[in-house]
T-cell receptor, first 115, second 113 residues
Framework: NAGVTQTPKFRVLKTGQSMTLLCAQDMNHEYMYWYRQDPGMGLRLIHYSVGEGTTAKGEVPDGYNVSRLKKQNFLLGLESAAPSQTSVYFC??????????????FGQGTRLTVV | KQEVTQIPAALSVPEGENLVLNCSFTDSAIYNLQWFRQDPGKGLTSLLLIQSSQREQTSGRLNASLDKSSGRSTLYIAASQPGDSATYLCAVWYMNRDDKIIFGKGTRLHILP
C-alpha cells in the first residue's frame, strides 16, 4: 500500500550540479504533478502530466525539466542547480479531474538544499 | 486570476473548543475542493474531498462545507485536541485553468493543552 513514493528524501547539492528526483505511484493514476513548497509562498506547481509521454508547464517551470516515460513514474530534473531552488518538493498523483471522487495523493516530500 | 485564500493564517485555541477554518476561491467553476493536513516536515494528508455537486462532507470530528456561489468552504473541527495542531491546506480544482489544482497558503493551527 505504498501510494506515492519520492526518492530521495533529502539531498544537498552544490550550485551548478544536476540531479533527478523520482516519483513513483502504484494507484494507476493518469495525472501526476510536481510542486515546490516555500515559506510564505505555499505550494506552487512546477510541471504536471496528464498521461504517459505528456508533460506541461505549471506556475514555476523555469530551471526544471520533467519526463513521464512510464505511467507510474514522473521524474523532475534540475540541470544546473541554483540556491533559489532550495525548497521542499512534493509529488502528487490523481485520476482525471472530471472523474467522480477524484482526489490528489501526495508523497512525503524531498528536502533539497543547494549551497 | 484564479486564487485560493485561507483566513486566518494562524490560529491558537484552547483544547476542547470548536473551530472553523476558512477557504475562499475566486471562480465558482470548480471540479472539487480538497482539505489537507500537513504536520511540520511532513507530507500532505488528505482530510476531506468535496465534489462540486456536494455541499458538505464529514469525517469524524471534521466537517467541510462548500458554497460555490459565494466561493467559500469551511472546515469545522469539533472538540479540538492538541493532536489537531498542524497546518491545514485548502486546494481547489478549477475547471478553466490548465494546471487545475490551486492551493491556499494554509492556516497554522495550534491547540493549547
Amino acid at each position: 500500500n505504498a501510494g506515492v513514493t519520492q526518492t530521495p528524501k533529502f539531498r544537498v547539492l552544490k550550485t551548478g550540479q544536476s540531479m533527478t528526483l523520482l516519483c513513483a505511484q502504484d494507484m494507476n493514476h493518469e495525472y501526476m504533478y510536481w510542486y515546490r513548497q516555500d515559506p510564505g509562498m505555499g505550494l506552487r506547481l512546477i510541471h504536471y502530466s496528464v498521461g504517459e509521454g505528456t508533460t506541461a508547464k505549471g506556475e514555476v517551470p523555469d530551471g526544471y525539466n520533467v519526463s513521464r516515460l512510464k505511467k507510474q513514474n514522473f521524474l523532475l530534473g534540475l540541470e544546473s542547480a541554483a540556491p533559489s531552488q532550495t525548497s521542499v518538493y512534493f509529488c502528487a498523483s490523481s485520476y482525471p479531474w472530471d472523474r467522480e471522487n477524484t482526489e490528489a495523493f501526495f508523497g512525503q516530500g524531498t528536502r533539497l538544499t543547494v549551497v | 486570476k484564479q486564487e485560493v485564500t485561507q483566513i486566518p493564517a494562524a490560529l491558537s485555541v484552547p483544547e476542547g473548543e470548536n473551530l472553523v477554518l476558512n477557504c475562499s476561491f475566486t471562480d465558482s467553476a470548480i471540479y472539487n475542493l480538497q482539505w489537507f493536513r500537513q504536520d511540520p516536515g511532513k507530507g500532505l494528508t488528505s482530510l476531506l474531498l468535496i465534489q462540486s455537486s456536494q455541499r458538505e462532507q464529514t469525517s469524524g470530528r471534521l466537517n467541510a462545507s462548500l458554497d460555490k456561489s459565494s466561493g467559500r468552504s469551511t472546515l469545522y473541527i469539533a472538540a479540538s485536541q492538541p493532536g489537531d495542531s498542524a497546518t491545514y491546506l485548502c486546494a481547489v480544482w478549477y475547471m478553466n485553468r490548465d494546471d487545475k489544482i490551486i492551493f491556499g497558503k494554509g492556516t497554522r493551527l495550534h491547540i493549547l493543552p
